[in-house]
């Protein structure tokens, strides 16, 4: 911020070795204020700006990464050191940021973190469940409201997949290829909603890339087999639409480490180089 354009502006107009002249001809009434006293203000107002942009900047982060652990590892790394401490509506502590966007470009390659405690097979079976719209008894399944959306006194349940790809297939540029999970007449009267709430794809360049909003992301535990599960979808609605697959960018909300995660999490990130970063 020390060379941001506010305090070259500032300086240019309020500091010597610019004329009196030039103050005068921006700012007349500042023209008789002698030069000590405007210094003082400059240093002030610089301290000022300094702390309203670190304030301002508490909300929105950008991450973009090659690879499914490579963001996950920058994520993680991102909210340990700079989340601010929040308690949620459990009680449970978290380190959060609010509104972390994170683009990854080939989530094909490389899929699953070393570090990560979920193998292939696990990832696979939550991939199908998203896919699918099946539900082995769960209260919801992102799959089941994708695939089978249907809010009470609805006759026919909406497969919003198949609606996204019929919007891509008759019209590659649609802006129209959404998908939604949240059911305001079920999800509002629940305590456990859905954390991923909006997934949206887009066709640019010929590659379909997918869009996912999440309201609450548990990005220690959760990001890596969001991050599957979505390579696996986009895939889908590629294969359907006639599209090449393209990259995955995840909006959160809140994206946040719980403190159950913090030992390994903080271990975890002091083995890594800050090339990894």
């Not at 700006?49 to 909300?59: A, S």
């Not at 991050?227 to 979808?233: D, K, N, P, Q």
Request: charged share 25%.
């Amino acid at each position: 911020m020390k060379d941001g354009p506010l305090l070259y502006m500032w300086n240019a107009l309020l500091c010597e070795p610019v004329p009196a002249f030039y103050r005068s001809y921006f700012f007349p009434a500042l023209a008789h204020i002698p030069t000590i006293i405007l210094m003082h203000l400059n240093v002030f107002l610089s301290c000022r700006i300094t702390l309203f942009w670190i304030d301002f900047m508490r909300v929105g982060r950008i991450i973009r990464a090659k690879t499914i652990p490579e963001a996950w590892r920058r994520g993680l790394n991102l909210i340990w050191r700079q989340g601010d401490l929040i308690t949620d509506e459990r009680g449970t502590r978290t380190r959060e940021l609010v509104d972390l966007l994170v683009v990854v470009e080939k989530p094909r390659e490389d899929m699953i973190p070393d570090e990560y405690s979920w193998n292939e097979a696990r990832l696979e079976e939550y991939a199908e469940q998203l896919i699918t719209g099946e539900n082995p008894g769960f209260e919801y399944t992102y799959g089941e409201r994708l695939r089978s959306w249907n809010a009470p006194g609805d006759s026919d349940p909406i497969d919003q997949i198949d609606y996204v790809a019929r919007r891509i297939k008759a019209n590659p540029n649609t802006r129209r290829a959404t998908a939604v999970t949240w059911i305001p007449s079920i999800d509002t009267a629940k305590d456990e909603i859905p954390c991923m709430i909006v997934d949206d794809f887009k066709v640019r360049e010929g590659r379909l890339h997918l869009t996912a909003l999440f309201r609450s992301h548990d990005f220690a535990g959760a990001y890596p087999a969001n991050l599957y599960g979505l390579t696996r979808l986009l895939d889908r609605v590629s294969e359907m639409a006639g599209i090449k697959p393209g990259s995955i960018a995840t909006l959160s909300v809140s994206a946040h480490i719980y403190d159950h995660d913090w030992d390994w999490v903080e271990q975890m990130l002091l083995g890594q180089s800050e090339e990894e970063f």
